[in-house]
């Protein structure tokens, strides 16, 4: 019996690895994410820097509201003259925690610039988000929905990103997973800062 097993482990040696590296993928959350990561690497998931306004129902979207740690509320109207970075995310989400290294740098790379971002917890769960941003050792600023929004910049996938120009118009709208920390796309908002 033993040579038998033996003689199929040795066949299929191949799958076998093959199987145990995509279950240890698809179970283990570090795993996944660092297999994300390393796609980033390669190249993939560079977000398109093709400028394009969508015209959307602007009284919607200026009288969206967001609340900080610190129950500020910041409404989108009020960012007008700013481009603004929007970012819908979770702690349990894989996506989302793969592509936040490469906001934090788009964010480092922006200082100065006429930018703010709103990472948005869409559990609005500021503390475990906050505790999230500390552990990794991110600067970005959390915030959570402070009331309902336009389905132009949120449908309930996540990650979203979203950015809207200095008018407010979107300029970039984003359903999954991105490398934000991509040379061109740091230049596309920069741009769009400095129009």
Known sequence: MMPKIKKLVKENIGFLLILSVSLLILLNYDARTLFINQLFRLG?????TTERSIKT???AISETLFKDEKSNIVKLADLKGKVV????WATW???????????????NETQGENITFLMVDIDGDHSKAKDFM??????LPVYSL???ISKDIYKGSTPTTVILDKSGQI???????????DKNFIDFITGAARN
């Open 44 to 48: 993939l998931f560079s977000p398109s």
């Open 85 to 88: 970075f929007i970012n819908f």
């Open 57 to 59: 129902g602007d009284t």
């Open 146 to 148: 402070a009331s309902s």
């Open 134 to 139: 500390l552990k990794k050792n991110y600067t």
């Open 171 to 181: 300029i970039h709208h984003h359903v999954g997973l991105s490398n934000y920390g």
């Open 93 to 107: 989400c894989p996506p989302c925690i793969a592509e936040m290294p490469s906001i934090q740098k788009l964010f």
